[in-house]
T-cell receptor
Framework: KQEVTQIPAALSVPEGENLVLNCSFT??????LQWFRQDPGKGLTSLLL?????REQTSGRLNASLDKSSGRSTLYIAASQPGDSATYLC???????????FGGGTRLMVKP | NAGVTQTPKFQVLKTGQSMTLQCAQD?????MYWYRQDPGMGLRLIYY???????DKGEVPNGYNVSRLNKREFSLRLESAAPSQTSVYFC????????????FGSGTQLSVL
């Protein structure tokens, strides 16, 4: 059974810092991986989706990388801003089906 | 742009009561999903509908029923609520399959006393 882990569970950084969020998964036979952002009391917003054949995806200040063989993905946030404060979740799809396995999330706080 | 709309936003039930959570999307998506989010457990799939007229069980379907009323609407029903069903419920949709980008509603916070 696929298990997805995100460490650390919480992170607090000063504004302007570059930071990396980690996601690890136990079964490397994934179809793709998505990174989501969740603001308090809100639903999830998809940030980046990486196919298994891809190494990375970029959107603005966000860059997500994927290393299938080691079962890891990282989300890099450049020049962090207070507006980046949220919980970030990763989710993997194993067989191009309808099941996603989510990690527990990293709660990020960027201090002004 | 409404996206995925869920109602209600908050609900308190007594054990044994029933209720239906409503979800509608206006993106002409084929697939719709119901998830629950619990502290320490992450998001878990309850039921999904890959297309109008079809529904399938997810990881935690016990105690729930669903109806895909039409392409836009996908409802989740609790027939006899239990305290273990206290959770935040999210509806989501995707154009075709879950391996595509998912769009989520804002959630329903449900408490069962």
């Amino acid at each position: 059974k696929q298990e997805v882990t995100q460490i650390p569970a919480a992170l607090s950084v000063p504004e302007g810092e570059n930071l990396v969020l980690n996601c690890s998964f136990t079964d490397s036979a994934i179809y793709n991986l998505q990174w989501f952002r969740q603001d308090p009391g809100k639903g999830l917003t998809s940030l980046l989706l990486i196919q298994s054949s891809q190494r990375e995806q970029t959107s603005g200040r966000l860059n997500a990388s994927l290393d299938k063989s080691s079962g890891r993905s990282t989300l890099y946030i450049a020049a962090s801003q207070p507006g980046d404060s949220a919980t970030y979740l990763c989710a993997v799809n194993n067989n191009a089906g309808n099941m996603l396995t989510f990690g527990g999330g990293t709660r990020l706080m960027v201090k002004p | 742009n409404a996206g995925v709309t869920q109602t209600p936003k908050f609900q308190v039930l007594k054990t044994g009561q029933s209720m239906t959570l409503q979800c509608a999307q206006d993106m002409n998506h084929n697939s719709m999903y119901w998830y629950r989010q619990d502290p320490g457990m992450g998001l878990r799939l309850i039921y999904y509908s890959a297309s109008e007229g079809t529904t399938d069980k997810g990881e935690v379907p016990n105690g729930y029923n669903v109806s895909r009323l039409n392409k836009r609407e996908f409802s989740l029903r609790l027939e006899s609520a239990a305290p273990s069903q206290t959770s935040v419920y999210f509806c989501a949709s995707s154009e075709d399959r879950a391996y595509e980008k998912l769009f989520f509603g804002s959630g329903t916070q449900l408490s069962v006393l």
